[in-house]
């Protein structure tokens, strides 16, 4: 079995920062990839930011400058660190991991349940 929790989201005027993190734990050899979605109400999940194993990250143009995406391999944690926030940020945020699980082959995708951000103008 395998787990992820997000954890940081919360209430902030526009303008401040937030760090949200993500922890795997669990029967997990490796982690591949990991990565930042967000949902806003009435729109489609998107692509926020993510890094691999190798430590290249992407970010969506709405966020580059102002996000920062990092990893802490040994505990299976992924960063978000979140400056500059704006009303347009606010989402649901829901990190994703891509894993290598003990006793099983090839790689599985797990969700977290997600953090609300909420940014106030």
């Known amino acids: 079995q395998v787990q992820v929790v997000e954890s940081g989201g919360g209430l902030v005027q526009a303008g401040g920062s937030l760090r949200l993190s993500c922890a795997a734990s669990?029967?997990?050899?490796?982690?591949?990839?990991m990565a930042w979605f967000r949902q806003a109400p009435g729109k489609q999940r998107e692509l926020v930011a993510d890094?691999?194993?190798?430590?290249?990250?992407n970010y969506a143009d709405s966020v580059k400058g102002r996000f920062t995406i990092s990893r802490d391999n040994a505990k299976n944690t992924v960063y978000l660190q979140m400056n500059s926030l704006k009303p347009e940020d606010t989402a649901d945020y829901y990190c994703?991991?891509?894993?290598?699980?003990?006793?099983?082959?090839?790689?599985?995708?797990?969700w977290g349940q997600g953090t609300q951000v909420t940014v106030s103008s």
């Open positions: 669990g029967s997990i050899i490796s982690i591949i990839y």
């Open positions: 890094l691999t194993s190798g430590g290249r990250t």
């Open positions: 994703y991991a891509d894993s290598v699980v003990a006793g099983l082959s090839g790689t599985f995708q797990y």
